[in-house]
């Protein structure tokens, strides 16, 4: 059975595989705690069955919902990464994940969260990753690819 998130356009790989190993089995499952529960022995019945295709597509929407915040969250910290580059907040020639959650901006005090921003905004092309060396870990860079995001003078 195909999983109904994958023909989602807008899933992205990494999340939607450990839902869509879930899916398949919901209905099974829970038609068989529905006719325990009931009281009943045996094969399970009609009824048992009919109420656990319901719940699962009730619990279907909860999950993409849950899924669209998490991908839509991503999505806002990005933008909101944009626009601090964009007001000049953050350095066109380089600045690291620090940069961008110490300052506690509003949307941007998430270390997490500004991580997977970042790593999406690399993702798209805006930016460009480069590992720099210290003494101890290495550090991550992020220059911002001119193609993508033009210097606000040059748009006259």
Known sequence: MA?????????????APALCFLVPWVPAALALVFHLA???????????????LHWSAYLET??????????????????RILE???????PREGFGSRDVWRPGW???ADQ????????L????GHLEAWQEPTRGRVKTR????????PLASAKH
């Open 112 to 119: 997490k969260r500004v991580a997977l921003g970042l790593d």
């Open 38 to 52: 009931d009281g009943h022995r045996g094969p399970v019945g009609f009824a048992s069955t009919l109420r656990a």
């Open 142 to 149: 992020y220059v911002v690819n001119p193609k993508s995001l």
């Open 3 to 15: 999983c109904p998130l994958s023909a989602d356009p807008t899933t992205r790989a990494g999340y």
């Open 121 to 124: 905004l690399v993702e798209l």
């Open 106 to 108: 509003a949307g941007l």
């Open 84 to 90: 601090r580059i964009e007001k000049g907040d953050l």
């Open 62 to 79: 909860h999950a993409r919902r849950c899924y669209g915040v998490a991908q839509h969250g991503e999505a806002d910290t990005a933008r």
